[in-house]
């Protein structure tokens, strides 16, 4: 049970990236669908990091800690940042519609993962995927509590203090405030003084960015180094997009939404005795609870569980 | 007077698509310490010329001085850098936020350089008495540095102290009054108002630009206002007010600016011209501000509402019981500053807003004409018939028992069964579809145009579809008619547009009013209701649409107009009725009333509600009494 | 965006007027051929093999042969039948994105069909059966969401997404209960059961089915009276209460039409391509439906024209792959997806134009500004002044015309 709950807030991790990414970017107005594909770049970023870090050494033995956790990490952040930028110039210099925008990322993403992975050789990322995995050495004697605190990887652990710290800059601060009056009402805020392509585009990179991550995580910590689809990484893409309307746009509150939906998702591994058929059941449970959610929040939805008022638009200064 | 020139305006223009000339060669001179006007008709291109000093337009030729230098002004930033700051007509304040925050929004943090950090340290170390400890001194600040600059940049509300002082200062200096910590969207439209000036003031703005800031506020609060606007004077700073209105232009500016068809006509002390004079230079020929207005020929009462009760989304009474009847023939005006519950009021009688309570009777002028299958409903026929609504052509009473369904189908088809009186129907809990099945012909101009009563994408024709593409069996849409309606409506409103089929997008503001108001006029209906037909438009047009509503009452139909002008409601309305937070202030007879009663009425603080029921038009209100209870009856 | 010292931005955007109809069809065209080549250059990269020379084995992918020109026609027709599927669905603006979902319980309700009673039923009655299963298993996945939509305004495009996961996992589990061991069987056993009959080859069925439809969808969107309401609604829901459009009636109609057809081409799936049901038959196509219906401006006859210009790009990339002996299945994907984005990029330079300003540099400006004045900006004036439809255009083409490689170009790197 304990190893269950805590396999589930590992996983919760990769939604929690993608959440909070999402969160960052629909803050400044961004309604991003193409964060499935975003993750999926994170996480070949990360292979192609780690590609080129093995391919240096002469030997996989030779693989150290640190540069085999930077490396991947800081290709993942440029890949998935590209797509930010690419999503950010078609919706905001090119005004194009950000929905359509974001399922091409997506389509573009998925096919550019499989296709790197297709020929890119994984020797050596298995042990990468160790380093990725384990952060303290030895927790086994702290017993559950060590289990449930001090088990997971250096990115699980990223991944809350990023949400944390999002959720003050959010709050607390003036850029935060800026970036939730461009979401708001990119009319006013330009009336300001607010400069309203600096922060969409930053909004929408550092997103991207982070959710990159999750793709990441997912590739080396989740499945140890082994790929584990395009198709996979881009279901938890859009299962973290619902997480945000979930968490009503608080990054604070994505830590507990996700990791229900890590309880979620790991529901199937934790029923051995289950039949084949039945997991499948029981894998539809995240997108099932998913709509469940969705229905409610629309029937009860207030003031303070609003989106950002000008999600998904796109902003025109003399438009008449 | 000081005579410094604070901005200079030269040969500025500004074109829009379509061929639209927003402003041609305007030139403007604002000295320091001065309020001036900016006077003008609606679309003479006020609000576009300010727009561009305040860095929402760029303009396509010309210059802009600002204290006798030349600027290039790009965006709203470079317009606060230059100390300019404009109250747009539409706030630009975020609902969700607080009022503090939404004036410190934009405002930059103040830089921090760590250079300039660390010289000041090595010059604290030089000058410091004792050596070693300076140099410890100075190594314990060098390293605190970094996190200083980080401790900046995250700004946990870094500047709340001194930020609550000089908001606090502004508010006191000059007599606002406003809680700070309040969201906007709990606030009220001066409220709104005034934490725009504030946001303005606190960016230290020494020209404000106010685009019609007395449009939706009460007498008594533009007189708060002018009050607070003098004080800014007296402090220095230059203060352009866009308006039409020119009492107010005559009371607050030093000078006018007259503005018209986007070039400047010319301006004048205000010492040396008078209200009539500025406006012959506003329209560019005299003006005829009479409206031809003749009494009601037969006023019966056409639609009675009683006791009626609409709630707007947050659950509160938008319309809280009110009662009123309008007559056929008539135009009953309805005043009340806006948000008053005069859109919930239309639009619940419309049938597109949920009516919690009361009646809203309709009364079909029927009398000796025969019943029709508008009802698709030979029960209701029958039940009608048995409550004795209707006669043969002969005079005999319709009896109907015993008649098999074929026959009564018959003899409503050869129009055999005729009404004795007028048909009466209760409009609640109908919806548009169903007012409109029922034959109710009930005209409705709304006040959003483009969001609600014409579709902006589609074609002049399909606009006209809009209305009458449902009838008929055919499951495809009947284009010939509307093609003609639309044609007519363009000839004959003489509606600026290169074809038919051009999106009404595309049109200016008057040709898409003249769209709308033509097609529902078109359908001839009994009741037309108006929501401020005029909005937008510049006089001819205006004067256009006051015709086409007076045509409407000499036809004999009821004409709701909902207006803001009050000039003009007591130039064109017979009746008017003043709302007030939902309730009914009074109805008065548009001949005789005054202003000043207009005024109180709108802001609560005169109340005839109880003694206009008996002599604003004491005849046609006792019918409506007798019909309500002959409603009342039918009911039963 | 401007970074240089003159007074005046560089350059700025306003929103054009009408334009002439050629010059869209003329801006899309380049951006699909800017799009492609960056694609190309991408795979001669990764095939080393001249641009030029692959761009013919797209062509010979495409048309080489009798049998690829009839593999691509059938492509683009399921591509089509999708495409004709979401579109009065988006063109209420109700973002549909679960017409895989759709479809693939269209397939499983067919495959159920097929299970249950192969042996019962002859063919035509199999078929008829099949069809009703499928026609109302897409209905039911369609209009769930639009209830909701319509009742309480739940938002459509995560729900529609989530229907799809749950469509999949649906399939998997149908398909273990029939095979337990995990060996998908169906086609082993069934793919005798419930054929479409054959007129003269494969593909021709189904390409008569995508003509059919699109043509009647084209009549149904512009001249019915549902068809107007639907863009009646998607215009303007405030309007269409404001007529007296029940707009929820609207909103669950179309989409029960919507999740029909989609039902319907999940039905010509299994009967008439592939004989067989797995979770992954529908292949994405509900996703590149959503855009090619929206680069055809949901325009059903430009419909057929993208889905063929997605159908060559998918089967050309694939003969790359085949005819440079490289297997790479994601690289159709990639070039695809590539010209997906000029396309999107495109749509800016035909909405808006952009005005070049000449640096104004010397001092004295009145006099120089009254000089030049009409000299440099001769164009607007005669705009202003003679606002007619033909002469607008014509002036602003060139600036608008010149940036358009450029900007193109600056998209195409960010890879």
Known sequence: MISFIAQSIRMSAAFLFGSTGEIITEKAGHLNLGIPGVMCMGAIGGAIGARLYVSSLADISQISAFPAFVIPLLFCLVLASLMGVLYSFLTVSLRANQNITGLAISTFGAGFATFVNNIIPKEGFKEIGYIYFKLFPSTEKLGAFGELFFSYGAMVYLAIIIAIGASLILKKTRVGLHLRAVGESPATADATGINITEYRYTATIVGSAIAGMGGLFYFFDMNGGSWPYSDAISALGWLSIAIVIFSIWKPDLSIFSSIIFGLLYRLQYFMASATLSQKTLIGMLPYVITILVLIVTSIVGSKKAQPPASLGLNYFREER | MNKEIALELKNICKYFPGGVIANKNANLTLYKGEILSLLGENGSGKTTLMNMISGIYFPDEGQIFVGGKEVSIRGPKDAFDLKIGMVHQHFKLIDVFTAADNIILGEEMPKYSLKEAFKQIKDDCASAENKAKGVLLAALKTAALPFIKIGKFIAFNHLARQRAKKLQEIVGKYGFNIDLSKYIYEMSVSEKQTVEIIKVLYRGADILILDEPTAVLTPQEIKKLFAVLREMKKDGKSIVIITHKLNEVMEISDRVAVLRKGEHVGTVNTTETSEKALAEMMVGKKLDLNIERKDPADPKPRLILKDITVLNKEGGRAIDGVSFSVNGGEILGIAGISGNGQKELLEGIAGLQKVESGEIIFHNPKENKPVTFFHKDLKQIKKMAAEGFFHYPDGNKVDLTGKSNKEITRLVNEEQILFYEDEIIDLRHRTPREIQELGIKLSFVPEDRLNMGLVGNMSIIDNMALRSYRKGRSIFVNKKKPKALADTIIRDLEVVTPSDMTPVRRLSGGNVQKVLVGREISSSPKVLMAAYPVRGLDINSSYLIYDLLNKQKEKNVAVVFVGEDLDVMMALCDRILVLCHGRVMGIVPGRTVTKEDLGLMMTGSLDLSKKAAEDAVPSAEETAEATVKEAENDQE | ?415
Not at chain 3, 27 to 44: C, D
Not at chain 3, 275 to 301: C, D, E, Q, S, Y
Request: proline share 5%; net charge positive; hydrophobic share 50%.
């Open chain 3, 1 to 415: 965006m401007t970074k240089n010292n003159s007074r005046e931005p560089l350059f700025h955007i306003t929103k054009r007027g009408a334009t002439v109809w050629w010059k869209p069809l003329v801006i899309r065209a380049i951006a699909i051929v800017a799009g492609l080549f960056v694609g190309l250059f991408f795979a001669a990269a990764y095939t080393k093999v001249n641009p030029f020379k692959l761009l013919g084995y797209m062509f010979n992918g495409a048309f080489g042969t009798e049998k690829r020109i009839w593999n691509l026609l059938q492509d683009t027709a399921l591509l089509l039948l999708v495409s004709i599927a979401i579109v009065p669905a988006f063109k209420m603006k109700f973002w549909n994105i679960g017409a895989d979902g759709q479809t693939l319980v269209g397939c499983l309700a067919s495959a159920v069909a097929i299970y249950y009673l192969y042996d019962k039923l002859p063919t035509w009655a199999l078929l008829l059966v099949m069809m009703l299963f499928s026609l109302t298993a897409g209905m039911i996945w369609g209009v769930i969401p639009a209830i909701f939509k319509a009742k309480w305004n739940t938002n459509e495009t995560l729900f529609t997404l989530m229907m799809n996961y749950v469509a999949i996992q649906l399939v998997s589990f149908v398909l273990l209960k029939w095979f337990p061991s995990g060996q998908n069987d169906f086609a082993k056993f069934f793919s005798r059961y419930g054929n479409m009959p054959k007129i003269g080859n494969p593909y021709i069925l189904i390409l008569i089915f995508a003509v059919v439809l699109t043509v009647t969808m084209h009549f149904y969107l512009s001249k019915t009276k549902h068809g107007f309401e639907v863009s009646l609604v998607g215009e303007s829901i405030n309007t269409s209460k404001y007529v007296g459009v029940n707009v929820k009636k609207v909103i669950i109609r179309t989409m029960l039409l919507s999740g029909a057809i989609c039902g319907f081409v999940g039905f010509v799936l299994v009967s008439a391509k592939d004989h067989a049901i797995t979770t992954t038959m529908v292949g994405g196509r509900g996703f590149t439906a959503i855009i090619v219906a929206w680069l055809a401006k949901f325009n059903p006859a430009y419909m057929a024209l993208a889905s063929l210009m997605v159908a060559f790009l998918s089967r050309g990339t694939s003969q790359i792959l085949s005819q440079t002996g490289i297997t790479n299945s994601a690289l159709p994907n990639i070039v695809t997806a590539l010209v997906f984005f000029f396309i999107i990029g495109c749509e800016f330079f035909i909405t808006y134009s952009i005005k070049f300003r000449k640096k104004n540099k010397d001092s004295a400006p009145a006099p120089a500004n009254e000089a030049s004045g009409p000299a440099e900006e001769p164009p607007i004036r005669a705009e202003g002044e003679t606002p007619s439809l033909a002469e607008a255009p014509a002036e602003e083409r060139t600036p608008a015309e010149e940036a358009l490689p450029t900007e193109i170009t600056e998209g195409g790197e960010e890879k």
